[in-house]
């Protein structure tokens, strides 16, 4: 069977949720048992968006491969369960510098560089690559912003060609759109829909199926005025109401009957989609038998989507354990230890999250103190497992003024220091110590006893790394290192023996959470948490954990 191109795009507005419904249209084709990735081409310049600030473009997701990546690459790898690499996020930027490395080799033989033909065809290049890798039976290949951009016209153009070069039956054409309800009319209107379907055929890619958001039904009046206009089949209008969780689109749109019109259309082999899993997950989010406070304590807290992967993990947790997790969402900024009793007091654990730059990061330090002193289950992450080897560094292990050289390079204890690889390295862009790296734990170990492994591997995104010069003054004051990267000695984990569950790691456990699989750290985390509530765990929750 050819591969077949699924090519979403997104109208009227941005923000409608192209992402979520390319990741559940790719978790219903695999239900059916095909093989399925997702690729996201993104218009905007930067090569990638590790340099971009988290309140620009959210977190930055990381592949196993070290790639720096958009957030929406969790969703695919979430709902999905596969694991996505550096060919799943394409940027304009990415696509300019390959061509223009190309011209400077002499690869174009003396011609003119255009847009038309060697931009697209380079965006072209990039799609197959996943396609004619035999891998996958399906390539969905989601658009990034909205049609009738300047910036995305190249993609559209590409993905016009695509159908032609791969052959019609092998893609379809999904336009994700919205329905608005105006109150003073008091109805839907299908307008700016029409007017988004013209734009896109206008650039020759009109749509096989058509998916619009709306906070109301579509009754089947609303449904045939725009199947009419668009140029769409009645049963190719589908509806994607605003759902409580995310994780619901993947059911809501198997009852509109997206994945059977797919499936239709490119003459896929059919199968009964098989969501038992994936509907009892749904169930513990929707039907929780507990509750627990916790508080995330970062410095974008005011854009969650900079925590986006970390969010869903603590869902993840919380599902394993018939939980539902209130966040508290604590600006470190305004943290410090002589109020962070007021601020933080009615939790049942403290994440203290990523992050680079020493502003707030007393906050961070004082969040850290409160829950070691206090017995709350604690649990760090990247910058947050640095700043709680600081704290211990100053206030149990004797070591005043210890710091991070990021902090104060003239500490005179830098438990804390730059790995010596990043010393000479002055570009930003794709530097940092970024992807898959192993890790050994050590038996009697919190770590060890959440994932029942010797050894694991985690993603990384970090210049920083604990001093192993200063590693035997922390251990000789009860800090212990329980994980370890073994071809380097680098401390990956860091806990507190005496401690209900103070865990500190220097990778990315949430990037690796997924609702087939939530990672066995932040399940852990919650159950202690709701330990911490005098809450009995569910007996479940202690079987899958």
């Known amino acids: 069977m050819s591969t077949k191109y699924i090519v979403v795009t997104g109208g009227v507005t941005s923000s409608l949720g192209k992402g979520i419904i390319c990741a559940s ?5 695999i239900a059916r048992g095909l093989r399925v990735t997702i690729q996201k ?8 968006p590790g340099t971009m600030n988290p309140y620009e473009h959210g977190e930055v997701y990381v592949t196993d491969d070290g790639a720096e990546t958009d957030l929406d690459l969790g969703h695919y790898e979430r709902f999905l369960d596969v694991n996505t690499s550096q060919e799943n996020n394409v940027t304009t930027g990415r696509i300019y510098y390959d061509v223009i490395m190309k011209e400077r080799r002499g ?3 003396g011609k003119t560089v255009q847009v038309i033909p060697h931009i697209t065809d380079e965006i072209k290049s990039h799609v197959l690559r996943l396609g004619n890798s035999g891998d996958y039976d399906v390539v969905l290949v989601e658009v990034g912003g909205t049609v009738g951009d300047i910036e995305s016209l190249p993609y559209i153009e590409a993905m016009r060609q695509l159908r032609y070069e791969v052959g019609r039956k092998n893609t379809l054409s999904i336009h994700l759109t919205l329905v608005p309800y105006l109150s003073a009319a008091g109805e839907l209107k299908t307008k700016p829909t029409q007017h988004s379907v013209k734009t896109l055929s206008e650039s020759g890619l009109s749509p096989d199926l058509l998916v619009c958001r709306s906070e109301y039904s579509l009754d089947q009046t609303i449904r045939k005025k725009i199947a009419q206009f668009c140029n769409v089949d009645l049963e190719d209008v589908t509806a994607s109401l605003d759902a409580d969780s995310i994780y619901e689109v993947p059911l809501l749109m198997q009852k509109e ?3 059977e019109r797919v499936i239709e259309k490119l003459g896929l082999p059919a199968k009964n989609a098989d969501l038992k899993r994936w509907t009892e997950f749904v169930e513990r989010i929707k039907y929780p038998q507990h509750e627990v406070n916790i508080a995330l304590v970062g410095k974008y807290v005011e854009h969650h989507d900079a925590y986006k992967s970390i969010v869903e993990a ?14 508290k969402w604590i600006q470190s900024d305004h943290l410090d ?16 999250a990523p992050g680079f730059g020493d502003r707030g990061i007393d906050g961070k330090f004082a969040a850290v103190r409160y829950a070691r ?4 289950p604690f649990f760090g992450i990247c910058l947050g497992m640095q700043c709680a080897v600081i704290e211990y560094a100053r206030n149990v292990a004797g ?17 804390i220091d730059l790995m010596p690889e990043q010393v000479n390295i002055v570009e930003k862009g794709g530097t940092m110590r970024l992807g898959k790296y192993d890790c050994s734990l050590l038996e009697d170990s919190k770590a060890h006893e959440a994932y029942q492994s010797d050894l694991i591997d985690e993603r990384h995104r970090h210049r920083y790394e604990l001093n192993n010069e200063l590693r035997d003054n922390l251990e000789k004051s009860g800090l212990k290192m329980t994980g370890l990267n073994p071809e380097r000695d680098l401390v990956e984990i860091i806990e507190i023996e005496d401690h209900p569950w103070f865990v500190g790691v220097q990778f990315h456990p949430e990037l690796k959470s997924t609702v087939s699989k939530p990672h066995p750290l932040f399940t852990n985390f919650i159950k202690h948490s709701l330990l911490k509530s005098d809450i009995e765990i569910p007996k479940a929750a202690k079987e899958t954990t």
Not at 41 to 48: A, R, S
Not at 314 to 327: F, P, Q
Not at 400 to 411: H, V
Request: hydrophobic residues 40%; aromatic residues 8%.
């Open 257 to 259: 009957g997206l994945d």
């Open 107 to 109: 690869e174009f033989l």
């Open 373 to 376: 002193e206090n017995d709350i």
């Open 399 to 415: 070591l005043e003024d210890a710091n991070s050289t990021e902090f104060d390079p003239e500490t005179p204890y830098p438990v």
């Open 41 to 48: 081409l993104d218009p905007y310049i930067n090569v990638d």
């Open 337 to 352: 230890y002589n109020n962070t009793a007021d601020i933080i007091g009615d939790v049942s654990g403290i994440l203290v």
């Open 25 to 29: 249209l790719g978790r219903l084709l």
């Open 314 to 327: 603590l869902i993840h947790g919380g599902a394993m354990n018939h939980t539902k997790v209130n966040i």
